[in-house]
């Protein structure tokens, strides 16, 4: 059974508007929350993360921000570039534990 | 600037043969980890690697082996490939200490298996 779900295979967004990624996770142990993008032909590379004990964290055009009773997260890009095109894991940990759980992805399409 | 090397980035081969996928990090990350990707599919966790002389199975039941005999060197061997082993593969690393557990990936190892 998943445990971190990314519900939108794709999502197409006009250049310069908000992106917005969505992600719930199942299990209530996790505490570390992390995004990952990947192009084509290359492997995922690290974004931005948060912790269990925040429910917002900012990096320039990205911000994470983390529903605990709700156990969802999105991601916001604001304004989105050509280059963000890409597809976009989430991933979570729980204490202890060396395992990084990722989701499905989302395709991330920027229109020009 | 790439700190974690994969190879061969492509393989195309008959089933039966065996196969060893490289990888290689020049960070001295203690933890090395293989992930096994389909497209439109989450990263699957086959194997990891706490150190030197320490290998763990993953959630994901593979056939493959790994070995981890240097700090930076933890390549993946398949025995006898099947068509059912087409798939990426991406290696990743990290710090024992780092709390966050942030994962630096290679840049993958893409196998079909005809």
């Known amino acids: 059974d998943q445990q971190v779900k990314q519900n939108s295979p794709s999502l197409s967004v006009q250049e310069g508007r908000i992106s917005i990624l969505n992600c719930d996770y199942t299990?209530?142990?996790?505490?570390?929350f992390l995004w990952y993008k990947k192009y084509p032909a290359e492997g995922p590379t690290f974004l931005i993360s948060?912790?269990?004990?925040?429910d917002k964290n900012e990096d320039g055009r990205f911000t994470v921000f983390l529903n605990k009773s709700a156990k969802h997260l999105s991601l916001h890009i604001v304004p989105s570039q050509p280059g963000d095109s890409a597809v976009y894991f989430c991933?979570?940990?729980?204490?202890?534990?060396?395992?990084?759980?990722f989701g499905k992805g989302t395709r991330l399409h920027i229109l020009p | 600037e790439a700190d974690i090397y994969q190879t061969p980035r492509y393989l195309v081969i008959g089933t039966g043969k065996k196969i060893t996928l490289e990888c290689s990090q020049t960070?001295?990350?203690?933890?090395m980890y293989w992930y096994q990707q389909d497209p439109g599919m989450e990263l699957h966790l086959i194997h990891y690697?706490?150190?030197?002389?320490?290998?763990e199975k993953g959630d994901l039941s593979s056939e493959s082996t790994v070995s981890r005999i240097r700090t930076e060197h933890f390549p993946l061997t398949l025995e006898s490939a099947r068509p059912s082993h087409t798939s990426q593969y991406l290696c990743?690393?990290?710090?024992?200490?780092?709390?966050?557990?942030?994962?630096?990936f290679g840049a993958g190892s893409r196998l079909t298996v005809l």
């Open positions: 990743a690393s990290s710090d024992r200490g780092s709390w966050a557990n942030v994962l630096t």
């Open positions: 299990n209530s142990m996790f505490d570390y």
């Open positions: 948060i912790s269990s004990i925040k």
């Open positions: 991933a979570a940990s729980a204490p202890r534990d060396d395992k990084i759980i």
């Open positions: 960070m001295g990350h203690d933890k």
């Open positions: 690697s706490y150190g030197v002389n320490s290998t």
